[in-house]
């Protein structure tokens, strides 16, 4: 199953273990390699920014994130995480740039497999991206093989 | 060296320098530099991006350039950036923009405006741009057979059929500028002409120089 970004953002995010509410996805972190999710960003009524990692995601389904517990919730503990969560790191938005120095355009949408986290495909102004072309995601671009 | 994209260096001034490994964008190149003396490419001074601007005292050499594009020169990651002991460029060398540029008959084109480089993996100096004394452009292939002075650079007669008027055209004529030389250097330098011309370059691609901006 594959999903985006654009419209997974703001689903809610349960407790698959109480059934508690624990708030709604507010952001992906993704490696540095551009490839994989590592972690999703909880938005809820809390001061700091609440993180849990790909593999306590239990389930990533059309209406619902089941995470195994509350107690995986935790805070930025890594300079990457800490990069996407200050919004210094993001692709929806970022230049798409090849790998000869030539933009694309920029990231409008990302598809990702629910099951794995991994990247799928970049969705940009000019074209569709193949996760396999994408080399990194960093504070300034997307490099992408030409 | 198979590619003949080429581009103006001067144009390459302003360009961010991007990770490939990281997508972060770590300098921004200030100028090139280049050994007059050996027409070579030597690399790149750098800015710093962002905010604090200013001058970045790490360089950035000709060989760990992956790539330059009309949006970013691309290396590999930010250890490509050197901390020189001798700066880049610091080392002697004649100056060749502005000198007067002779043909091999001996009648003056004009005065060198410009370095052309290739924009692929371990970029080189390729060529000069001339402005001629009739106000056209010209594009002059380097050679080792070039002769410079500190007030003039002499062409050599085996490059004067590759001078052209555009930068396309010019990227098209090097590489037959490269077989005629190797041609030459085989056959002992004294053969009439190099016969055996395989197909040309197909496409010269442009080297999408002019104004990008950014």
Known sequence: ??????????????????????????????????????????????????????????????????????????????????????????????????????KLGKVKDVHFDTKTGEVIALMSDSGRVEGARIRSLGTYAAVVEG | MTTSRVMKASDVSGLPVVTINGGDDVAEIKDVVFDGTNHRLVGFTLNKRGWFRGKLRKQLPAGSVRAIGPDAVMVADDSDLEDPEVPLGKAETHAVIGNRVISADGSN?????????????????????????????????????????????????SSTEFIRHDLVGFGAALADHRRALDAASQAGAHQPKPQPAPEPEPKPESGTTGGSGS
């Open chain 2, 109 to 157: 084109l004009g005065h060198v405006s410009g370095v052309i480089i290739t924009t692929g993996d371990d970029p080189e100096a390729v060529g000069y741009e001339v402005e001629g004394d009739d106000d056209k452009a010209y594009f002059v292939p380097i050679s080792a057979q070039m002769a410079l002075s500190d007030n003039n650079l002499l062409i050599p007669e």
């Open chain 1, 1 to 102: 199953m594959s999903d985006a970004f654009t419209s997974a953002i703001g689903r809610k995010v349960v407790d698959s273990a109480t059934a508690d509410d624990v708030g709604e996805v507010k952001a992906f972190v993704v490696d540095q390699a551009g490839r994989q999710i590592t972690r999703i960003q909880v938005a809820g009524r809390h001061r700091h920014a609440r993180m849990v990692d790909w593999d306590d995601v239990d389930s990533f389904g059309d209406d619902v994130v089941l995470i195994s517990s509350q107690g995986a919730i935790h805070e930025p503990d890594d300079e990457r995480t800490t990069d996407i969560v200050k919004g210094d790191v993001h692709y929806i938005g970022t230049r798409i740039l090849t790998v000869e120095g030539v």
